[in-house]
């Protein structure tokens, strides 16, 4: 079975506590929930992790490398500053897709530019919890695609 790393970054355990009208309702034990049914219905593994420090991010995409297929990264405002992202994720090269719950290009200029975006396989915003799904179903794609290839 290929295993998927959804990788969360800074802040992103407060979900569901604060700003509800930006990021919803939901709590991060929520959104790992919805992501473990989706991932089941797929036929896919699930690393979800959380973490507010940049480097722990940085280790989880090597160890990515050796153990799961493709990435699935809400960098939350790491997205914005991170060159030490960027640098990881083109190093390990397996498919990427950056997720955002909320819609960054509404919003203030600073979240209009991400350094994932470069180096992902794509990029999905603005749909609340549901953007984590839809980023599955688009990994899922590309990785049965790649195998009847
Ligand atoms: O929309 C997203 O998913 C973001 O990645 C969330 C980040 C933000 O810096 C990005 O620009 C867009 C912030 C996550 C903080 O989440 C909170 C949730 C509730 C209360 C406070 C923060």
Request: with cysteine; hydrophobic share 40%.
């Amino acid at each position: 079975m290929k295993t998927i790393y959804i990788l969360n970054g800074p802040n992103l355990n407060l979900l569901g506590t604060r700003e509800p009208e930006i990021y919803g309702a939901d709590t991060l034990a929520d959104v790992e929930a919805r992501c473990a049914a989706r991932c089941k219905a797929l036929g896919l593994g699930m690393v979800f992790r959380q973490t507010n420090v940049e480097g722990e991010l940085v280790t989880w995409i090597h160890d990515a490398r050796e153990k799961a297929a493709g990435i699935v990264i809400n960098a939350g405002a790491y997205t914005h500053t991170s060159v030490a992202l960027h640098d990881a994720v083109k190093a390990v090269g397996l498919p990427t897709i950056e997720v955002h719950l909320s819609n960054v290009y509404k919003r203030e200029s600073f979240r209009h530019h991400s350094y994932l975006s470069p180096v992902s396989h794509g990029v999905i915003c603005g749909f609340g919890v549901q953007s984590y799904e839809l980023a599955l179903d688009g990994l899922s794609g590309i990785l049965n695609t790649t195998r009847k290839g």
